[in-house]
Nanobody
Framework: EVQLQASGGGLVQAGGSLRLSCAASGFTFDEYAVGWFRQAPGKEREGVSCLLTSDGPTYYADSVKGRFTISIDNARDSVYLEMNSLKPEDTAVYYC???????????????WGQGTLVTVSS
C-alpha cells in the first residue's frame, strides 16, 4: 500500500526543538518533491518547507528560515523536518505530502499523509 506516515509531533516549550519524520511506504521520494505543510486552528494551510527533488533545492517559508531544516535519508524513503527555536506561533498540525518533482510549497500537492500535532507552549 502506498502511503505517507508523519510522526514526531508533541508538546514542547518555546525555544525547544522537535524532529518530524515522514516515512514513505510502497515508494521512495527519489523522483518526487516532498513538502511539509502546517495548519493552525482557524488559519489556512501553509507550506513550511519543501524539497523540490530528492537532491534539492529546498524551500523555506520566511517564518521558519534559519530555524527549520528539511532533510532526506540515504534510502530516500524518509524525510525529516528539524525544528529549532520553536515559537508558540509554530503550533499547528503538520502534514507531509508529495507530488511531481519541482513542486514548490506554493503548489497544491496531491498525495498527503495524516498530520502530526505540534504544540509549543509559551
Amino acid at each position: 500500500e502506498v502511503q505517507l506516515q508523519a510522526s514526531g509531533g508533541g508538546l514542547v516549550q518555546a525555544g525547544g526543538s522537535l524532529r518530524l519524520s515522514c516515512a514513505a511506504s510502497g515508494f521512495t521520494f527519489d523522483e518526487y518533491a516532498v513538502g511539509w505543510f502546517r495548519q493552525a486552528p482557524g488559519k489556512e494551510r501553509e507550506g513550511v518547507s519543501c524539497l523540490l527533488t530528492s537532491d534539492g533545492p529546498t524551500y523555506y517559508a520566511d517564518s521558519v528560515k534559519g530555524r527549520f531544516t528539511i532533510s532526506i535519508d540515504n534510502a530516500r524513503d524518509s524525510v525529516y523536518l528539524e525544528m529549532n527555536s520553536l515559537k508558540p506561533e509554530d503550533t499547528a498540525v503538520y502534514y507531509c505530502a508529495t507530488d511531481a518533482p519541482g513542486s514548490d510549497c506554493t503548489y497544491e500537492y496531491g498525495f498527503w499523509g495524516q498530520g502530526t500535532l505540534v504544540t509549543v507552549s509559551s
